[in-house]
């Protein structure tokens, strides 16, 4: 088992520029979450997967856009990445929303904006 | 005010030292409630659920005190391996979704 996994592992754009970061996790987890965390200001949700075919705005979604593509895929798409979209980029999944259930984590993505 | 507070430290510790930390939540309607831990450059791993009850994990023990709307993290005999940054996640019923601290820092020294 991989756990969740994410690609790339870093990544350096230009403002203006797309990019998609890909998440996927081999446990038969229901949800699924991006997070951002930046220096002081712990992990904060961005958008999240109750469900495949489900997606919800989390407490950062302005800039972003996601697809949860099948049931082991959940991607996150920055259309004009901006100098404060630098970040690091966690993907998480749990087997579902209801509250008690552990949240498993990838490696991360490092994304730097100039 | 932000919704779960915890004190960032870092806390300096001795090995075999007995260390505390507490974490806050402002919304009376959180459910559940979780120490995660995140060594540096790394991501978050499960430390352990927070019972009503409280609950023992060898070195580590998690209490939750409703009334004042926070929980603890105790950590017995640290080890220079518990050096690391300890995160609280307070889930609020309805919402379902995760709130994280900014995390506390712990340093333990030889």
């Known amino acids: 088992n991989a756990g969740v996994t994410q690609t790339p592992k870093f990544q350096v754009l230009k403002t203006g520029q797309s990019m998609t970061l890909q998440c996927a996790q081999d446990?038969?987890?229901?949800?699924m979450y991006w997070y951002r965390q930046d220096p002081g200001m712990g992990l904060r949700l961005i958008y999240y997967?109750?469900?495949?075919?489900?997606?919800d705005k989390g407490e950062v979604p302005n800039g972003y856009n996601v697809s949860r593509l099948n049931k082991r895929e959940f991607s996150l798409r920055l259309e004009s990445a901006a100098p404060s979209q630098t970040s690091v980029y966690f993907c998480?999944?749990?087997?579902?929303?209801?509250?008690?259930?552990?949240?498993?984590f990838g490696p991360g993505t490092r994304l730097t904006v100039l | 005010r932000k919704e779960v507070e915890q004190d960032p430290g870092p806390f300096n510790v001795p090995e075999g030292a007995t260390v505390a930390f507490n974490c806050t939540y402002s919304?009376?309607?959180?459910?559940?409630f979780f120490w995660y831990r995140q060594d540096c450059r790394k991501e978050p791993k499960l430390l352990m659920s927070?019972?009503?009850s409280g609950n023992e994990d060898g070195r580590f023990t998690a209490q939750l005190n409703r009334a004042s709307q926070y929980i603890s993290l105790l950590i017995r005999d640290s080890k220079l391996s518990d050096s690391a940054t300890y995160l609280c996640?307070?889930?609020?019923?309805?919402?379902?979704?995760?709130?994280f601290g900014r995390g506390t820092s712990l340093i333990v020294h030889p």
């Open positions: 919304n009376s309607a959180s459910q559940s």
């Open positions: 996640v307070v889930i609020t019923g309805g919402s379902y979704i995760p709130t």
């Open positions: 997967s109750a469900s495949e075919g489900t997606t």
């Open positions: 446990m038969n987890h229901n949800s």
């Open positions: 998480a999944s749990s087997e579902s929303t209801g509250g008690g259930d552990t949240q498993y």
């Open positions: 927070v019972y009503s």
